[in-house]
């Protein structure tokens, strides 16, 4: 979760620079030596109060990490020619973590310790630390080799912009055979490159399946009755210069107990983004290394993949500022990264996907963008999914497993252009994105397994189970739909659409296109996503009151670091609780909502976790009567007057009426189309489609 986790660090960490500097130098002692006067790495708070600073700091080509925020930027300095370059150009700074390398070492010796003492760690793969590149490839290439009727691995269409080929594997009981028209569950890691747990869970799962295919007996009939596909690695450049291009920097311990985590650290090690370097410009292969020497972080070169899709590709949540965290590149699917995934489930029924990230312990379902926004391209609110009901069910049921929060994408921050919103709202097939783990992009490995696995009281469980029930709806033919009829042995049916996408303000044009064969008795069942795109079915809106029912302001000022609270009663039936924190200068403030207990208690129901400058605003839906405590959280160095206003609306709620689309199903043999006939298939339903037809030469 970037924008809060950094921004929420970096104001603790800038107000407390000098009470950190002496919990460092009492930190984890280093077991590398260093050589008297030699210069050691060290991350710096730099002061870039205005525009002008920012753009003078971004000339100096300094290692700019992506931990900043609307005065500051935080930096590596590499060498005595780096602090000069920074005391040149007049620019303040206070020192962080004086020694980097000390604090590197210290957190890969964990992982050096538990690989050493690990012979087979309890994952399916018994790996004791995380994957390289070359180790996924290596360990795809080899699922192949050792199970080759259970196991087929491919090259997605499009290389990596540095050059790099794109794996994949696809499990089924008899992968080899021909498509007969099984449901596909689809599994995806590290869109963001230095996100490796990502990776590491797509992974295991698929070993996963392989060993116990044929023992265990569930799996075996999971694996039977679908074809799960898994792409562990999308950003493939972004992954490997991070993987090894510096290590694991955790704040924790330097920050003493406080919100910081980890963020700062040398090299790569936390780039976001894919190897972009110059938008519409293929990057020359082999040079993403040296194009993001000088942009490590989020921050820098590089297209934001989960920005990139289609859904509601240009909206909120996204950036169109290149060197941003968040940029959303220049058109919806501009990378080969997205465009691979697009053509992959364009060319199948991906009945329920699972796309893996870091951190943040989430199970979230689209959409991406609250339900009263109004995307220019449909004029009328996003309103909740069509299918809301079974998709929160499985959400919750997976949170269940690992004891994730299961919620709402746009109830974490906005987003648009993810993988889910697209695929979900232009395929209709169930989509979720897993934040793994509490509190780092990459922790120590022993957290990895924990979380695969499940620890305390998810041990057994875990995203293991969590992702078994995932592929237990994809096979479910209750949550797609069916197809089912009588057709010439041997030939291919097809399935074709060719839709529009709204995107934010425009759209994109879709084709689906999926094909099967049908088997030697004449029959054929094909598992498909149902004819109508959620996009474009009824609609519930709510129709908010102008003016709210109840409201009350309060104005104050926080100092730095402090937090005020109100109580606001609800005492009557609302559809709409608004709380929006307002204040006039361009300061770093957050909004907590909590429910009050009646043994006094508070448990947080709603914060807001906008960008500096934005205002902020907590949305609750149907609020439960009783009291609430408001907090505005100061995280600036100026203590800002600000304005805090509760609001209770009353909604009306509509349809708007949607469409109905179909799917042209055509039926070919020996290459030539014998019969066309539209179907419409809703889901839930299984539909008899009979294509005698076909077997007449015209
Ligand atoms: O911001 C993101 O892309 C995801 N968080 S991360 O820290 N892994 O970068 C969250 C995306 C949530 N939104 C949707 N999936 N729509
Ligand atoms: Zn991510």
Redesign the pocket.
């Known amino acids: 979760?970037?924008?809060r986790?950094f921004r929420r660090r970096a104001a603790v960490c800038a107000a407390s620079t000098a009470v950190l500097l002496g919990i460092t130098t009492a930190g984890p002692t280093t077991s590398t030596a260093q050589a008297e006067g030699e210069f050691r790495p060290q991350l710096v708070t730099v002061d870039t109060p205005t525009r002008a600073d920012k753009a003078l700091l971004q000339t100096l080509g300094l290692d700019l990490t992506e931990h900043a925020g609307h005065d500051y930027v935080e930096v590596v300095l590499h060498s005595p020619a780096d602090v000069v370059a920074l005391t040149t150009a007049g620019l303040g700074f206070d020192v962080r973590i004086p020694d980097l390398l000390a604090r590197q070492a210290e957190n890969n010796r964990i992982d050096a310790a538990y690989a050493s003492a690990t012979t087979t760690s309890p994952l399916p793969s018994g790996r004791d630390a995380y994957r390289t590149l070359t180790d996924y490839n290596a360990d795809m290439a080899a699922l192949e080799r050792d199970h080759p009727g259970l196991v087929k691995r491919f090259a997605l269409p499009h290389a990596s912009l540095d050059g790099r080929q794109i794996y994949g594997v696809e499990i089924g009981g008899d992968v080899r055979g021909p498509d007969r028209g099984l449901p596909t569950f689809l599994m995806l890691g590290v869109?963001?490159a230095r996100?490796w747990p990502?990776g590491e869970h797509a992974m295991e799962f698929a070993v996963d399946l392989v060993e116990n295919y044929g023992s265990d007996p569930r799996i075996t009939d999971l694996v039977n009755r679908s074809r799960v596909v898994v792409v562990p690695v999308v950003n493939v450049d972004g992954f490997e210069l991070s993987r090894t291009d510096g290590g694991l920097v955790d704040l924790r311990a330097a920050d003493q107990g406080g919100t910081a985590t980890i963020l700062g650290t040398p090299g790569n090690a936390y780039k976001?983004k894919n190897c972009r370097l110059v938008d519409g410009q293929d990057t020359p292969d082999g040079t993403c290394r040296a194009g993001s020497l000088t942009s490590p972080g989020g921050y820098g070169t590089g297209i934001?993949l989960?920005?990139n899709y289609g859904g509601y590709w240009g909206g909120p949540?996204a950036s169109d500022l290149f060197a941003d965290?968040?940029y959303r590149g220049a058109a919806a699917f501009s990378e080969p990264e997205t465009q691979n995934i697009r053509e992959l489930i364009s060319g199948r029924h991906v009945t329920t996907l699972i796309?893996n990230?870091?951190?943040?312990n989430?199970v979230?379902r689209?959409?991406?963008?609250a339900p009263d926004q109004v995307a220019p391209s449909e004029g009328i609110p996003l309103g909740d999914p069509y299918d809301e009901a079974a998709l929160e069910q499985l959400g919750d049921a997976m949170a269940e497993q690992n004891g994730y929060t299961s919620q709402h994408?746009?109830e974490?921050?906005?987003?648009?252009g993810?993988?889910?919103?697209w695929s979900y709202n232009a395929t209709g097939g169930f989509?979720?994105?897993f934040?793994i783990g509490p509190d780092e992009?990459h922790p120590p490995f022993p957290e990895v397994i924990d979380e695969y696995l499940g620890a305390g009281e998810h041990a057994g469980k875990g995203n293991r189970e969590a992702y078994l029930l995932a592929l237990q709806n994809a096979v479910d033919p209750e949550t797609h739909s069916v197809l089912t009829g009588k057709a010439p042995a041997g030939s291919t049916l097809r399935l074709r659409k060719t839709v529009a996408t709204p995107t934010w303000e425009g759209s994109i044009t879709d084709t689906l296109d999926t094909a099967m064969t049908v088997g030697p008795d004449g029959r054929y069942t094909w598992h498909v996503n149902p004819s109508t795109r959620p996009a474009v079915k009824d609609r519930q809106v709510e129709t908010v009151s102008a003016e709210p029912v109840q409201q009350q302001s309060w104005t104050g000022t926080t100092l730095p670091l402090q937090s005020t609270d109100h109580e606001f009663t609800v005492d009557r039936d609302a559809d709409l609780f608004e709380v929006v924190l307002d204040w006039p200068t361009p300061d770093d403030m957050d909004l907590e909502v909590y429910r009050k207990n009646t043994d006094g208690s508070l448990t947080q129901v709603g914060s807001s976790g906008n960008f500096v400058g934005e205002k902020e605003r907590v949305l609750l839906q149907d609020p439960a009567q009783g009291t609430y405590v408001l907090r505005a959280i100061n995280f600036a160095s100026v203590a800002p007057t600000w304005t805090l206003t509760a609001s209770l609306f009353e909604a009306e709620s509509s349809t708007v009426p949607g469409l109905v689309e179909n799917w042209t199903l055509t039926c070919e043999v020996a290459g030539q189309v014998r019969q066309s006939v539209p179907v419409v298939v809703d889901r839930g339903q299984r539909l008899r489609v009979d294509l005698n037809a076909c077997g007449r030469r015209r």
């Open positions: 979760m970037l924008p986790s869109h963001h996100e990502s976001r934001d989960n920005r949540g965290p968040t796309t990230h870091t951190f943040s989430l979230l689209p959409n991406g963008v994408a746009w974490l921050y906005d987003t648009t993810s993988t889910e919103d989509g979720y994105t934040e992009f």
